[in-house]
Antibody, heavy 117, light 110 residues
Framework: DVQLVESGGGLVQPGRSLRLSCAAS????????MHWVRQAPGKGLEWVSG????????GYADSVKGRFTISRDNTKNSLFLQMNSLGPEDTAFYYC??????????WGQGALVTVSS | NVVLTQPHSVSEAPGKTVTISCTRS????????VQWYKQRPASAPTLVIY?????ASGVPDRISGSFDISSTSASLTISGLRTEDEADYYC?????????FGGGTKLTVL
């Protein structure tokens, strides 16, 4: 079975950094584009970033461009999101997601990031 | 930038039919396909419809998707409403190489 397990969430002060990880299993990780999608408490879904199977192409939402960096380690079946200069507006559940042909077919359970002093 | 606009909420009685719209604003896109995701409280989203009308695995045929080119609007239709259909529904498409989600529609089955 496909599993996506996020880790690294927590409480962080404004202006600080945090790195999320996603451990993938149950599929050939280096065959698929991966994404991060976030959801502020009580709000809707927001696409954050995506990375192609080899890591050669990365995309970012305007709201995080220049602050967040997506990466992957195909030797460890892992996806990462480095988040810098965090602000209260970044408080959200962050979902790791697997893409199949233009849609997300599997989602992780989410990691909560809370930015607060 | 592409914006996907959904109604904030819809409600209908069990056994009835409801349609949720997703209207795409002007903008570029490598693909204009629309996907629909369902999210129950305290759960991750799950795929319902992809490529405008294709059902995800396990989705019953009382749930369907469509796209109207003239209005650049996608629709999710659920017939024979059941209590388990009550959830938030999100449409998703593309803006160039980036992805875009609609604001979500809360479906209440009265």
């Amino acid at each position: 079975d496909v599993q996506l397990v996020e880790s690294g969430g927590g409480l962080v002060q404004p202006g600080r950094s945090l790195r999320l990880s996603c451990a993938a299993s149950g599929f050939t990780f280096d065959d698929f584009t991966m994404h991060w999608v976030r959801q502020a408490p009580g709000k809707g879904l927001e696409w954050v970033s995506g990375i192609t199977s080899t890591g050669g192409v990365r995309g970012y939402a305007d709201s995080v461009k220049g602050r967040f960096t997506i990466s992957r380690d195909n030797t460890k079946n892992s996806l990462f999101l480095q988040m810098n200069s965090l602000g209260p507006e970044d408080t959200a559940f962050y979902y790791c997601a697997k893409e199949r042909l233009g849609h997300i077919d599997y989602w992780g359970q989410g990691a909560l990031v809370t930015v607060s002093s | 930038n592409v914006v996907l606009t959904q109604p904030h909420s819809v409600s209908e009685a069990p056994g009835k039919t409801v349609t949720i719209s997703c209207t795409r604003s002007s903008g570029s896109g490598v693909s204009n396909y629309v996907q629909w995701y369902k999210q129950r409280p305290a759960s991750a989203p799950t795929l319902v419809i992809y490529d405008d009308y294709k059902r995800a695995s396990g989705v019953p045929d009382r749930i369907s998707g469509s796209f109207d080119i003239s209005s650049t609007s996608a629709s999710l239709t659920i017939s024979g409403l059941r209590t388990e259909d009550e959830a938030d529904y999100y449409c998703q498409s593309y803006d160039g190489s980036n992805w875009v989600f609609g604001g979500g529609t809360k479906l209440t089955v009265l």
